[in-house]
């Protein structure tokens, strides 16, 4: 499997992006998937997770109320919707796909197997 995530780029504080994850090679309908970010220096953390049929999404503590996770099987696609952008939102932003089908909504990295290479946000002050 393979993910590939796109939709990164600068923005102003304030402001949107939607970062999208695509799979290829494997469907994602049966795997929870998961949002992490690394910004420089920093361990990697957590956004949010989505089950696989959307009944369970979690986040961060940091983009709650201004992040939303949703996704779309028959696209085989994530999305992350983030709102009200904040300079220390500024990171690479992964997507992974669970290591289990049997997981709901992981939250640690050693719960996801498949990664994507990251798209980079960066927001300005």
């Known amino acids: 499997v393979q993910l590939q995530a796109f939709g990164g780029g600068l923005v102003q504080a304030g402001g949107s992006l939607r970062l999208s994850c695509a799979a290829s090679?494997?469907?994602?309908?049966?795997?929870?998937m998961g949002w992490f970010r690394q910004a420089p220096g920093k361990e990697r953390e957590f956004v949010g997770c989505?089950?696989?049929?959307?009944?369970?999404?979690l986040y961060g503590d940091s983009v709650k109320g201004r992040f939303t996770i949703s996704r779309d099987n028959a696209k085989n696609t994530v999305y992350l919707q983030m709102n009200s952008l904040k300079p220390e939102d500024t990171a690479v932003y992964y997507c992974?796909?669970?290591?289990?089908?049997?997981?709901?909504?992981?939250?640690?990295?050693?719960?996801?197997?498949?990664w994507g290479q990251g798209t980079e946000v960066t927001v300005s002050s």
């Open positions: 992974a796909r669970a290591r289990s089908t049997t997981t709901t909504a992981p939250t640690s990295r050693n719960d996801y197997y498949y």
């Open positions: 090679g494997g469907n994602l309908v049966n795997y929870a």
């Open positions: 989505i089950s696989r049929r959307s009944g369970t999404i």
